[in-house]
């Protein structure tokens, strides 16, 4: 360690425009000292904190801190005085030391001298509390509302989930609505959501956030007398004496605020019951008056997250000829249970699913199922799998329509409400692999858009044939690639019908491609076309796209 030490005096001892003032000293296995860092005609003081993994980051925590307390007003200074700095790697402690510092005099030009403001919303800094050891959790919805300072009611909420993080207990509620004068103002959730047992609390808006120092939430509800509406004040109050009588551990209190023209936030406040921060102040007069206020109370502040549909898909929506498209998926086996599963995670709004088999424990190995969900309709299983990753899709399920719809076919009738059935959706996507059904549906001559995807033996091709004509492109490309008659297909001990041989992994990347191609011709505004995916053998993989 000493020689460490040595070592940061010497590298920051050589940086221009730096001077130590309080020697760098071993604490533990912490380096401690103290800087005056010059840029331009500003000088300010920073004591220094290096920990034991610096050069490396520990837990995504940058392992040296600047701190200077008398700076908390500017932008990106956290509660304790240190700078939030974002510096790049370097291995080397001398280099990464030279980086780091140079990344504090970038944050004292720009924001102490230059008084730059960031072009993207910064939130402010709230302090977390757990309540009887358990950290609260909620998640909302952008609404459509036009919310005023001063409004304020009641709320309906549910609970999610609990679980841990970091080894505490944590409950997740998400909102489901509020009511603002005599208006219910729903969150964008699915049907599922809506459906989950509610709770009541209470929520008040203001024309910003309660702060101190420009970015650090007030800890105190006596701050807040004067801030909240003398209403919302009063409806506190009341609404602890009709709890009293009630068995309930806190109720929970949104405080909203606009972080921009059209987008607002909400913060969570929890109020455990015996301890509401409020009192009745009498104020002596003429005549005495009764008024109630807030108490010099900690404020018990939770954690929210905004889940509106394009925060939520921020980092991953597909084009909006996908996700605003009506889809139904036939067949969801390996392959489609994989472009569900992949159309969901990706912004899609609306999947629909048809199959009439149920999952058995071997189709968990190549396909998005779980085996400690025992045997079920595939239908089924699948369609909690995407209410469970999505809160924005709407499912629906049917096992009948493939076997119907070649029951039927030489009825004029049947014709027509299978015709109108698949004209329903905007996209029909076919991963059946029955070149059966792949005919009839193509006869229908459909309105909608259908794409027919089946996967060769050992997943050396990939088949992406599309309408007009898809069923003669589907045989074509079959007999261009010899393989209308399969051998060495998987067929256990049993009365099996033989499928073909291919792992999760050789199966999920061709589907991935496939769709990949889909979404950007889509996004090229050009129309879909035939092609097949061929992968290599041997070690050196590579998958060759060939439209036909």
């Known amino acids: ?90 291995p080397s402690l001398m280099e990464k030391l030279h980086i780091d510092i140079a990344s504090l005099k970038a944050w004292m030009q720009k924001y102490l001298i230059d008084q730059s403001a960031d072009s993207h919303y910064e939130h402010v800094i709230t302090p977390m509390v757990a309540v009887s050891g358990i950290r609260q959790v909620m998640l909302f919805t952008d609404l459509n509302h ?36 005599g208006e219910d103002v729903e969150c964008k959730w699915n049907k599922g959501y809506k459906a989950l047992h509610p709770h009541q609390g209470m929520f008040v808006f203001l024309e910003g ?67 509401f921060p409020v009192f009745v102040d009498k104020i002596a007069g003429a005549r005495t008056i009764h008024i109630t206020r807030l108490k010099k109370q900690q404020i018990l502040w939770g954690d929210t997250k905004n889940c509106s549909y394009e925060y939520f898909f921020g980092r991953g929506l597909l084009d909006s000829k996908l996700t605003d498209s009506k889809i139904l998926i036939i067949g969801i086996g390996a392959i489609g249970s994989m472009v569900a599963q992949t159309l969901c995670r990706g912004g899609c709004k609306k999947i629909d699913l048809v199959d009439y088999d149920a ?35 709407e499912t629906a399920g049917n096992v009948m329509i493939t076997d119907g719809v070649k029951f039927l076919w030489e ?18 996507i076919d991963c059946t692999a029955d070149n059966d059904l792949a005919h009839l549906i193509d006869r229908l001559e459909l309105d909608a858009n259908v794409v027919n995807l089946s996967i060769t033996n050992h997943a050396q091709e990939l088949i992406c044939a599309v309408n ?40 999920s990347v061709l589907v991935q491609y496939a769709i990949k191609q ?27 796209s060939i439209t036909f």
């Open 1 to 90: 360690m000493k020689e460490r030490l040595q070592q940061i005096v010497s590298v920051v001892g050589s940086i221009e425009n730096v001077t130590i003032i309080e020697p760098f000293t071993i604490d533990n296995t912490t380096v401690k000292g103290s800087l005056e860092v010059t840029v331009g005609d500003r000088k300010e003081n920073f004591t220094v904190f290096i920990e034991r993994p610096y050069p490396a980051q520990f837990h995504n925590m940058e392992t040296i801190r600047f701190l200077n307390k008398d700076l908390i007003i500017y932008d990106h200074v956290n509660a304790d005085g240190s700078i939030c700095i974002h510096t790049s790697h370097h």
């Open 146 to 181: 036009v919310f005023k300072p001063g409004d304020h009611g009641t709320i309906n909420y549910s609970l999610l989930a609990e679980g841990k993080v970091k080894g505490i207990r944590t409950a997740t509620y998400i909102l489901q609505s509020i009511k603002v004068k």
């Open 209 to 275: 956030p309660p702060v101190k120092n420009k970015r650090f939430m007030v800890e105190d509800w006596d701050d807040l007398n004067g801030v909240l509406p003398q209403d919302f004040v009063d409806l506190l109050a009341a609404t602890e004496r009709s709890l009293r009588q009630q068995n309930y551990l806190k109720i929970s209190v949104l405080l909203g605020y606009p972080i921009s023209d059209n987008e607002i936030h909400w913060q969570l406040i929890n109020v455990e019951k015996g301890n």
């Open 359 to 393: 999952k058995e424990p071997g189709n968990v190995c190549r396909s998005e199922y779980q085996f400690s969900t025992g045997v079920n309709d595939k239908v089924d299983e699948l369609r909690v799998q995407l209410n469970d990753i999505s809160p924005f899709i």
């Open 411 to 428: 009825d004029l009738d049947g014709q027509k409400f299978f015709r109108e059935y698949f004209n329903g959706y905007d996209l029909v």
């Open 468 to 507: 007009p004509n898809l069923y003669m492109s589907l045989v074509h490309v079959l007999k261009l690639l010899n393989k209308e008659v399969e051998e060495d297909l998987y067929n256990p001990t049993g009365c099996w019908n033989p499928t073909f041989r291919a792992g999760y992994n050789d199966i």
């Open 518 to 544: 889909i979404n950007l011709t889509l996004m090229s505004a050009k129309p879909l076309r035939s092609f097949y995916l061929s992968a290599s053998e041997g070690n050196d993989f590579q998958i060759k």
